[in-house]
């Protein structure tokens, strides 16, 4: 098939995750170019077409990507591949737990979920919802039967609820996800993309690019011990700051955070966020991944001492994700990105290194 799903392990835990038994330990050695400082983290879609996984790899020094579904983390699968070279002992997750189950997620559903939806988590959280004229049909289509509805419609109903993550409102009801839902699934404090004029569709979007937090923060954990003192963080198409919220979450201060997002919806509700929080650190923000040259890295890394954590993410449909029109694999224009990641890194390591000697 145009996917390579042959390294895609089941049950898809990586390094392991806090609420399943671990994996027999992977001894992981990191190629001696690949140690930091700085660590970095990048994230992409585990479904990728062919070839794309080998290609990430091989730019990031032959780094096997560490593959995770966020459903072991929240109440949404949502398959991801890590390259990093964090350390992977002594994690811990972010307390409370996130609810893992669509009623814990959501109680008010329960009442009304049918006994032949037998969905406990939800899809992939993606950037665009069902229509409203969607929704009219499937209540149309049920409403039409006292008790259970016959297998075809069923199956028709249950496939548009698992396409489009439509969860039961009231009876034979079904709604797209609410924005401050998604929020939620995904780790993010209440509001965070609210307000400062930004419309549903934005908030939708925004949302479906970004990090899960809870499974971001457990592979960030092991930087609390490290860095006490606080961290210096290049955050590269940061989005709506999952990164950033992730290690604020688990405690870590936030001395300098360097975000390059070209969305100015997205700056804004970093902005917002960072505000709302009390930060003490500087956020600079750069719209243009162009801008981080050598000189103004070297700036940047001489007036602070350097960045502690590179990280970096393919939006949902970057490279693959559901939005099969755009499904170019690296050779497309978000594709770009990749490869600035990879430039600014590479930029960093050797600044830094040439600043120790």
């Not at 070839?51 to 966020?70: A, H, M, N, Q, R």
């Not at 002594?90 to 189950?101: D, E, G, K, Q, V």
Request: hydrophobic letters at 35%; a positive charge.
């Amino acid at each position: 098939s145009e996917f390579e799903t042959i390294r895609l392990p089941k049950p898809m835990i990586g390094f392991g995750v806090p609420t399943e038994p671990l994996p027999a330990m992977v001894r992981r050695t990191l190629p001696s170019q690949a140690v930091g400082p700085p660590f970095f983290y990048y994230e992409n879609v585990a479904l990728a077409p062919k070839g794309v996984w080998d290609t990430i790899s091989s730019s990031l020094y032959d780094i096997e990507p560490e593959f995770v579904d966020s459903k072991y983390f929240c109440a949404a699968a949502r398959k991801r591949g890590y390259i990093h070279n964090l350390p992977v002992e002594n994690r811990f997750p972010l307390f409370p737990l996130a609810p893992r189950t669509i009623h814990e997620a959501l109680p008010l559903s329960k009442k009304w979920w049918p006994s032949w939806d037998p969905r406990t988590k939800l899809n992939c959280l993606q950037t665009a919802i069902g229509s409203a004229q969607l929704t009219n049909r499937i209540r149309k289509a049920v409403e039409d039967f006292d008790g259970e509805p016959p297998m075809r419609v069923q199956k028709f109903v249950l496939d548009q609820c698992r396409k489009w993550n439509l969860v039961w409102v009231g009876r034979n009801k079904v709604a797209p996800l609410e924005p401050d839902e998604v929020e939620m699934l995904l780790g993010f404090p209440k509001n965070h993309t609210r307000g400062g004029g930004i419309s549903r569709t934005d908030r939708y979007k925004s949302l479906g690019n970004s990090f899960q937090v809870d499974t971001v923060a457990y592979h960030l954990s092991v930087l609390k011990d490290l860095f006490p003192g606080g961290i210096n963080v290049l955050s590269l198409f940061s989005g709506i700051g999952g990164g950033e919220v992730a290690l604020y979450r688990l405690g870590i201060p936030l001395n300098t955070v360097v975000s390059v997002e070209k969305s100015e919806v997205n700056r804004d509700i970093v902005r917002s966020w960072w505000e709302q929080t009390n930060q003490r650190g500087n956020l600079i923000h750069f719209n243009d991944v162009q801008q981080l040259n050598g000189d103004r890295l070297e700036q940047l890394i001489e007036s602070f001492g350097g960045f502690d954590l590179v990280i970096g993410g393919s939006p949902c449909n970057n490279l693959a994700g559901s939005n099969r029109v755009s499904r170019d694999g690296l050779e497309g224009k978000e594709s770009s990105l990749f490869s600035s990641y990879v430039r600014i890194l590479d930029l960093v390591k050797s600044i830094m290194s040439r600043h120790k000697h």
